[in-house]
């Protein structure tokens, strides 16, 4: 089955820096990448999501990027501010099944 | 619905006894699934179901879980005989399945097994 790996586990940025948030899946059949933000004590809520058709998605302050080469995904978030302190999770599904694997996670705290 | 609804939103049992989870996916969704969320921890995947297919059960931990979705809509997931390990968040989340989007979750059920 599929294997996601997300790095790094945590990350401490300043306020108006960039963050970079890392994953890798291990079956090239995976076509479908989301990233969850998951905020303390809430649900995971999807933020952004990449299709393999395509190397790179933006949407304002986050973009996303996929290597199918390389079989890696990474999650950019520019200009952080304090609301971007959460827990991401990125997600890869294999063409024909909708199950997602998820990685285990990076909690991101944002500096004021 | 609106969203996807879990209830109980709490639930604090006694290690031994069974305990019954409930999940009300968006209408419409044909896709259901079932994850657990220690703490701290990333999401486990549980069960998965599909409109009429046979569910996917590769990942209950164990022949004391058990799902079942009724009506192509509504699905509880029972545990039997809690144990303090099953302590965790358990997240219920709906799609409309075949290659369109992204997960909708619901806000999960706080397990305690005490």
């Known amino acids: 089955g599929e294997n996601v790996e997300q790095h790094p586990s945590t990350l401490s940025v300043q306020e108006g820096d960039s963050a970079v948030i890392k994953c890798t899946y291990s079956d090239s059949a995976s076509n479908y990448f989301p990233w969850y933000k998951q905020e303390l004590g809430k649900r995971p809520q999807l933020i952004i999501d990449?299709?393999?058709?395509?190397g790179e998605k933006k949407d304002q302050r986050i973009a996303v990027t996929l290597n199918k080469t390389a079989k890696h995904f990474s999650l950019h978030i520019t200009e952080t501010q304090p609301e971007d302190s959460a827990v991401y999770f990125c997600?890869?599904?294999?063409?024909?099944?909708?199950?997602?694997?998820f990685g285990t996670g990076t909690r991101l705290t944002i500096i004021p | 619905g609106a969203g996807v609804s879990q209830s109980p939103s709490n639930k604090v049992t006694e290690k031994g006894k069974d305990v019954e989870l409930r999940c009300d996916p968006i209408?419409?969704?044909?896709?259901l699934y079932w994850y657990r969320q220690s703490l701290g921890q990333g999401l486990e995947f549980l069960i998965y179901f599909q409109g009429n297919s046979a569910p996917d059960k590769s990942g209950l931990p164990s022949d004391r879980f058990s799902a079942e979705r009724t009506g192509g809509s509504v699905s509880t997931l029972t545990i039997q005989r809690t144990q303090q390990e099953d302590s965790a968040v358990y997240l219920c989340?709906?799609?409309f399945g075949q290659g369109v989007s992204g997960y909708t979750f619901g806000s999960g059920t706080r397990l305690t097994v005490v």
């Open positions: 209408s419409g969704h044909t896709a």
């Open positions: 990449i299709r393999s058709n395509v």
């Open positions: 997600a890869a599904s294999i063409e024909g099944n909708e199950k997602l694997t």
């Open positions: 989340a709906s799609s």
